[in-house]
């Protein structure tokens, strides 16, 4: 699927919060007009009204894209006002946690091409990483065009199978909230050690957005970076004796912690 098709035929986004605002942003500074969108909202920001997109007004018959934002538990009284549109040429791609590709065809019908996807929060601002997985109907143009919007709001990956989808997950969906705890913990330690509060939260929070930059610019493995900041014997190597201990350190904690959210995650599914 070609940009000049999108525009033409046209963008349906179900849904503009906090993700969907992102990226229909995104979309609007890189490569769709404001004509071409199409977006339903019950409650739209004054931002929304102001870009120029059809606003809660009727559909196109056949979009070449329609990009479903609402949230899980609102799934059941959003899908069916879609279900005209499926069966055809249009490609659904859905950003429900939790809502399978399965679940999405009992509505939008068995020969819809459906995308599932999983973002994350730092998509708010355009450093988030999404991972993609297309059911059987899903052309490798089509998937192509699904992956080019999501990358308007950070990195991508194509997932080989949707099992993968509860890893991912654990592992970058709720990630974020693994970073938010680790910056309250290091901060509240650095209290303990006699900073003050302000401080101690200024330095973590540098600290935490600083080494999550330099891992991903500089592409070195990050057992690397670790070792080069880690002198024998110093200080940096007293730390990492506690963390690294393969019974209560980093290494048991993360494996349990992904492990019980990927088991939630299959469980939401059922």
């Known amino acids: 699927m070609e940009l000049t098709e999108l525009n033409a035929r046209g963008l349906v986004l179900l849904g503009c919060g906090k993700m969907g605002s992102a990226l229909l942003e995104g979309w609007l500074k890189s490569f769709l007009q404001p004509d071409s969108v199409h977006v339903i909202d019950p409650a739209p920001s004054d931002w929304l009204r102001g870009t120029g997109v059809h606003l809660n007004a009727p559909l196109p018959d056949d979009p070449a894209v329609v990009v479903i934002a609402v949230k899980p538990q609102m799934m059941g009284a959003a899908l069916p006002q879609l279900q005209s549109m499926g069966g055809g040429q249009t490609v659904f791609v859905s950003i429900a946690a939790g809502v399978g590709l399965a679940r999405l065809a009992e509505t939008l019908g068995a020969s819809s091409p459906i995308v599932r996807t999983m973002p994350n929060t730092p998509a708010a601002i355009g450093q988030g990483i999404t991972a993609l997985i297309g059911n059987a109907q899903v052309t490798p143009g ?25 890893a991912v997950t654990a592992v970058s969906g709720s990630g974020p909230a693994y970073v938010f705890h680790l910056i309250e913990t290091l901060a509240a330690a650095g209290v303990e050690q006699g900073l003050a509060p302000d401080m101690a939260l200024e330095l973590a929070r540098a600290t935490v957005a600083g080494a999550g930059a330099l891992a991903v610019q500089s592409g070195t493995d990050p057992a690397q970076l670790r070792t080069n900041v880690t ?16 019974d209560t350190g980093f290494p048991a904690l993360l494996r349990r ?10 469980e939401l599914g059922q």
């Open 257 to 266: 912690a992904v492990a019980a959210a990927a088991d939630r995650s299959r």
């Open 231 to 246: 002198s024998p014997g110093g200080t940096t190597a007293a730390a990492l004796s506690v963390l690294m201990d393969d």
């Open 142 to 166: 089509a998937l192509d065009m699904a992956r080019q919007l999501m990358a308007a709001v950070g990195r991508t990956v194509v997932l080989h199978d949707e099992t993968q989808m509860d």
